[in-house]
């Protein structure tokens, strides 16, 4: 499979008080077409900051992030936000066509097109409400369906289930398996929840903390489609835990010792 | 009866009979001349003077001529004040350049400012429409700017990874995500407009509720005082429930819970 993102030594560094700080330290690797691409790390590693670069939101020091788009005229990219980021102010179909409001698509084709998104995120009979009458699992599948809805080259997935209690995130991990399983679109995803990335990804990086470096990239060859109550049973399952643990285990202790 | 309706129901009775109690109490200290009639009148009387002023249109007369001005002035202050109030606060420019000033003339009093309004503009309507709009303007553009100041920096950046263009920003962004303060400038703009109409009355009018009393003041007629002061309350609050309704339709998500 060819690459779709292609991000190359990038860095990204700030003053802070007469010394530089170095966020993210040449970062480069690549995202294959239709990946589902989980970033893992202790907090601080730059991770968000990272996927903020690739969303264009922040710039980089320095470096370059190609991506290769089929067809052109789709939008690059559609972020998932770690809070609460669906407007208080539209309808749940509102939110949900946002993007192609923004690309200019006529009404009744939008509102077409994000119903059915609705109706995969199961949220048809609040199609009108407004998001204060939604708990917080329904308003991130609604952030989830407006960035679907876009039908954008990558979705881009900050700590998306991070703020949600466990048995939400595990029907929202759930759902989400099942639409990417569908749609098989490219997806950077982030995560602090080592179980998430192996529930989820096709690979994980890892990356290490002051400042944020790549320390290593490990496959996820878990067999598709995966089912989020039968996965952690599945073969390779523990080892795939161990071998993302241990790497990061150092990283962590090296951190609290100094 | 549950316990909790009973309460409901004591709750209820209490809010209408604690100020009916107070007329009655009032009306019999007037009648016993407990109280100076002359001075704090009776609710007997008051409404005596209330029929034949509500019969004439004299009453309807003034206070459709006070609403005029009040809602013209409540237009020409908060229509610049919200324009001026979002650019303030997107641009960080304009609110450096704007700020100041803002900050620096609006604690002046604006009844202060009535002389120098009245030799600029006159003693016609002019002048006392222009009373109400700078003191309701302050309280809008002030609110405003806070509003889109408050508005959540996740909002930006949804608007900017959808590529939001500027126009669409404003429309979908900054001007719904700033409405609810807009709407409490308003509210305070409109309690500003009924104290500074009573002032812009003051001087140099021929109608008006604020004549009225003023007028009332000078004859010595104290019933009709009180009958204008009923009337400015019933106003406020006739006032605060058109804003409370407009505010309801166009904050359709600020309702629904």
């Given at each position: 499979?060819?690459?779709?993102?292609?991000?190359?030594?990038?860095?990204?560094?700030?003053?802070?008080?007469?010394?530089?700080?170095?966020?993210?330290?040449?970062?480069?690797?690549?995202?294959?077409?239709?990946?589902?691409?989980?970033?893992?790390?202790?907090?601080?590693?730059?991770?968000?900051?990272?996927?903020?670069?690739?969303?264009?939101?922040?710039?980089?020091?320095?470096?370059?992030?190609?991506?290769?788009?089929?067809?052109?005229?789709?939008?690059?990219?559609?972020?998932?936000?770690?809070?609460?980021?669906?407007?208080?102010?539209?309808?749940?179909?509102?939110?949900?066509?946002?993007?192609?409001?923004?690309?200019?698509?006529?009404?009744?084709?939008?509102?077409?097109?994000?119903?059915?998104?609705?109706?995969?995120?199961?949220?048809?009979?609040?199609?009108?409400?407004?998001?204060?009458?939604?708990?917080?699992?329904?308003?991130?599948?609604?952030?989830?369906?407006?960035?679907?809805?876009?039908?954008?080259?990558?979705?881009?997935?900050?700590?998306?289930?991070?703020?949600?209690?466990?048995?939400?995130?595990?029907?929202?991990?759930?759902?989400?398996?099942?639409?990417?399983?569908?749609?098989?679109?490219?997806?950077?995803?982030?995560?602090?929840?080592?179980?998430?990335?192996?529930?989820?990804?096709?690979?994980?990086?890892?990356?290490?903390?002051?400042?944020?470096?790549?320390?290593?990239?490990?496959?996820?060859?878990?067999?598709?489609?995966?089912?989020?109550?039968?996965?952690?049973?599945?073969?390779?399952?523990?080892?795939?835990?161990?071998?993302?643990?241990?790497?990061?285990?150092?990283?962590?202790?090296?951190?609290?010792?100094? | 009866?549950?316990?909790?309706?009973?309460?409901?129901?004591?709750?209820?009775?209490?809010?209408?009979?604690?100020?009916?109690?107070?007329?009655?109490?009032?009306?019999?200290?007037?009648?016993?001349?407990?109280?100076?009639?002359?001075?704090?009148?009776?609710?007997?009387?008051?409404?005596?003077?209330?029929?034949?002023?509500?019969?004439?249109?004299?009453?309807?007369?003034?206070?459709?001529?006070?609403?005029?001005?009040?809602?013209?002035?409540?237009?020409?202050?908060?229509?610049?004040?919200?324009?001026?109030?979002?650019?303030?606060?997107?641009?960080?420019?304009?609110?450096?350049?704007?700020?100041?000033?803002?900050?620096?003339?609006?604690?002046?009093p604006k009844l202060a400012l009535m002389p120098l309004i009245l030799l600029i503009?006159?003693?016609?309507?002019?002048?006392?429409?222009?009373?109400?709009?700078?003191?309701?303007?302050?309280?809008v553009v002030i609110n405003t700017m806070a509003g889109v100041l408050n508005i959540?920096?996740?909002?930006?950046?949804?608007?900017?990874?959808?590529?939001?263009?500027?126009?669409?920003?404003?429309?979908?962004?900054?001007?719904?995500?700033?409405?609810?303060?807009?709407?409490?400038?308003?509210?305070?703009?409109?309690?500003?407009?009924?104290?500074?109409?009573?002032?812009?009355?003051?001087?140099?009018?021929?109608?008006?509720?604020g004549w009225m009393i003023w007028r009332a003041y000078d004859m010595f007629d104290?019933?009709?005082?009180?009958?204008?002061?009923?009337?400015?309350?019933?106003?406020?609050?006739?006032?605060?429930?058109?804003?409370?309704?407009?505010?309801?339709?166009?904050?359709?998500?600020?309702?629904?819970?």
């Amino acid at each position: 499979m060819e690459d779709c993102i292609l991000i190359k030594n990038i860095n990204k560094s700030f003053p802070l008080q007469d010394k530089e700080l170095t966020i993210l330290h040449d970062i480069t690797f690549s995202i294959r077409q239709g990946e589902f691409f989980c970033i893992f790390g202790p907090s601080g590693c730059g991770k968000t900051t990272l996927l903020r670069i690739i969303a264009g939101l922040e710039t980089a020091s320095s470096g370059e992030i190609i991506i290769s788009q089929t067809p052109k005229d789709r939008p690059v990219n559609s972020m998932v936000f770690q809070e609460q980021s669906v407007f208080p102010w539209m309808t749940v179909l509102d939110n949900v066509s946002y993007g192609l409001r923004m690309r200019g698509i006529k009404k009744a084709a939008r509102n077409k097109l994000a119903a059915h998104y609705i109706d995969m995120i199961g949220l048809t009979k609040f199609t009108n409400a407004y998001p204060n009458q939604l708990s917080g699992g329904m308003k991130q599948r609604v952030s989830v369906a407006r960035a679907l809805c876009n039908d954008p080259e990558i979705l881009l997935m900050d700590e998306p289930f991070g703020a949600l209690d466990e048995q939400n995130r595990l029907i929202l991990q759930q759902e989400l398996l099942k639409i990417w399983e569908n749609l098989h679109k490219t997806t950077v995803f982030i995560t602090h929840s080592i179980d998430e990335c192996l529930c989820l990804g096709d690979r994980v990086m890892i990356m290490t903390a002051h400042p944020g470096t790549i320390k290593t990239i490990i496959n996820i060859d878990l067999p598709r489609p995966r089912d989020i109550a039968t996965i952690r049973t599945t073969i390779g399952y523990n080892e795939l835990y161990q071998k993302v643990w241990l790497s990061l285990k150092d990283e962590v202790q090296r951190r609290t010792d100094s | 009866m549950t316990k909790q309706a009973k309460q409901k129901l004591i709750i209820r009775t209490l809010s209408v009979l604690s100020p009916l109690t107070l007329l009655i109490l009032w009306e019999l200290l007037a009648r016993l001349h407990a109280i100076d009639v002359r001075l704090l009148s009776s609710p007997s009387m008051i409404v005596k003077t209330l029929i034949p002023l509500l019969l004439s249109g004299d009453l309807l007369y003034n206070t459709w001529i006070s609403v005029q001005r009040v809602l013209w002035g409540f237009i020409a202050g908060s229509i610049p004040g919200i324009l001026l109030g979002i650019a303030m606060g997107l641009s960080p420019f304009i609110r450096s350049a704007v700020e100041p000033m803002i900050n620096a003339t609006y604690p002046i009093p604006k009844l202060a400012l009535m002389p120098l309004i009245l030799l600029i503009f006159g003693i016609g309507e002019t002048s006392k429409i222009f009373t109400i709009a700078i003191g309701v303007f302050y309280l809008v553009v002030i609110n405003t700017m806070a509003g889109v100041l408050n508005i959540d920096k996740i909002y930006l950046d949804v608007a900017k990874n959808f590529r939001a263009s500027r126009t669409n920003f404003y429309l979908t962004v900054a001007l719904p995500g700033a409405l609810p303060m807009i709407f409490a400038g308003l509210k305070l703009g409109m309690g500003m407009a009924l104290i500074l109409i009573v002032a812009a009355e003051l001087s140099a009018a021929k109608a008006g509720v604020g004549w009225m009393i003023w007028r009332a003041y000078d004859m010595f007629d104290i019933e009709q005082m009180f009958v204008a002061l009923i009337t400015l309350s019933v106003l406020g609050y006739l006032f605060s429930l058109v804003l409370d309704l407009v505010e309801r339709w166009v904050l359709p998500w600020k309702q629904t819970r």
